[in-house]
Antibody
Framework: EVQLLESGGGLVQPGGSLRLSCAAS????????MGWVRQAPGKGLEWISS????????HYADSVKGRFTISRDNSKNTLYLQMNSLRAEDTASYYC??????????WGRGTTVTVSS | DIQMTQSPSSLSASVGDTVTITCRAS??????LNWYQQEPGKAPKLLIY???SLQDGVPSRFSGSGSETDFTLTIASLQSEDFATYYC?????????FGPGTRVDIK
């Protein structure tokens, strides 16, 4: 089955860290650019990061630049998002998606991150 | 960064209606414009890519048009399953910004 499955969300204190994972199956992960999108409670979608097929080229939204790091392990068909220096405003559902200039055509179900003391 | 706006922010419609949602980019994005549908509690779903290309499996009542800075999503003969929030997104340059969304409610 073609799918993406996020994990690693949870409750973390402000200033803390969390690593999200996204396990891919059913498609050629190593040939696909990937990205992360988040959605704060009751708000719209925010694109936050993307990485090319080999993991060499990475892009970030200004809101997470310098705090979040995207990476991938093609041998494990897994995408990661390392989140450091977390803030209350990072509270959101985080989705991974297969990314391209022709849109994000496959999404995971999301994982929830709550930043609170 | 490219800013995306959508109008209206919400609308009410009946089953069978034709609905049009507009998206505008702050600078030209050629036709690097995508449309998504999101139902409450679910992940977004790609409907239209490259402004007017229908994603596989998406009903033909959905259509997109436009180029440069002005784009439109049209839903013909609205069905009950179409009541959702719709987002545009530019994929011309990073950050690949989304519009704020348009919620389509049942009248």
């Amino acid at each position: 089955e073609v799918q993406l499955l996020e994990s690693g969300g949870g409750l973390v204190q402000p200033g803390g860290s969390l690593r999200l994972s996204c396990a891919a199956s059913g498609f050629a992960f190593s040939s696909s650019a990937m990205g992360w999108v988040r959605q704060a409670p009751g708000k719209g979608l925010e694109w936050i990061s993307s990485v090319n097929t080999r993991g060499e080229t990475k892009h970030y939204a200004d809101s997470v630049k310098g705090r979040f790091t995207i990476s991938r392990d093609n041998s494990k068909n897994t995408l990661y998002l390392q989140m450091n220096s977390l803030r209350a405003e990072d509270t959101a559902s985080y989705y991974c998606a297969k990314d391209s200039i022709f849109g994000m055509d496959l999404w995971g179900r999301g994982t929830t991150v709550t930043v609170s003391s | 960064d490219i800013q995306m706006t959508q109008s209206p922010s919400s609308l009410s419609a009946s089953v069978g209606d034709t609905v049009t949602i507009t998206c505008r980019a702050s600078q030209t994005i050629e036709t690097y414009l995508n449309w998504y549908q999101q139902e409450p509690g679910k992940a977004p779903k790609l409907l239209i890519y490259a402004a007017s290309s229908l994603q596989d499996g998406v009903p033909s009542r959905f259509s997109g048009s436009g180029s440069e800075t002005d784009f439109t999503l049209t839903i013909a003969s609205l069905q009950s399953e179409d009541f959702a929030t719709y987002y545009c997104q530019q994929s011309y340059s990073t950050p690949f910004t989304f519009g704020p969304g348009t919620r389509v409610d049942i009248k």
